[in-house]
């Protein structure tokens, strides 16, 4: 079955960390860049981190950098989000996206990706 799963939301106070995984099946995963996007209530989904298909190249929001890592194992067929110092406007529902490229190229559009996971949701708050 082609799909993603992403894991590890929940709640966490302001200043504090995690890792969200987002588990892929049913296609060769090394082939494609993968994406984080995120979408706070009553706003658009963004474009969050993005990283090459052998993971060699990364590119961030201005609003995470040096915040958040994005980071793959193509041997479990997994990319990860480790957000660090968070803040509540981190709050959001955080999706992982398959690019159609092996780069980062047009990474920045929604049309650029032809998977989705279902989302998990961040909290930040004290």
């Known amino acids: 079955q082609v799909q993603l799963v992403e894991s590890g939301g929940g709640l966490v106070q302001p200043g504090g960390s995690l890792r969200l995984s987002c588990a892929a099946s049913?296609?060769?995963?090394?082939?494609?860049?993968m994406s984080w996007f995120r979408q706070a209530p009553g706003k658009e989904r963004e474009l969050v981190a993005t990283i090459t298909r052998s993971g060699e190249s990364t590119n961030y929001a201005d609003s995470v950098k040096g915040r958040f890592i994005i980071s793959r194992d193509n041997t479990k067929n997994t990319v990860y989000l480790q957000m660090n110092s968070l803040k509540p406007d981190d709050t959001a529902v955080y999706y992982c996206?398959?690019?159609?490229?092996?780069?980062?190229?047009?990474?920045?559009?929604?049309?650029?990706?032809?998977?989705w996971g279902q989302g998990t949701q961040v909290t930040v708050s004290s």
């Open positions: 996206a398959k690019s159609r490229f092996p780069t980062s190229y047009q990474n920045d559009r929604e049309r650029t990706y032809d998977l």
């Open positions: 049913g296609f060769t995963f090394s082939n494609n860049a």
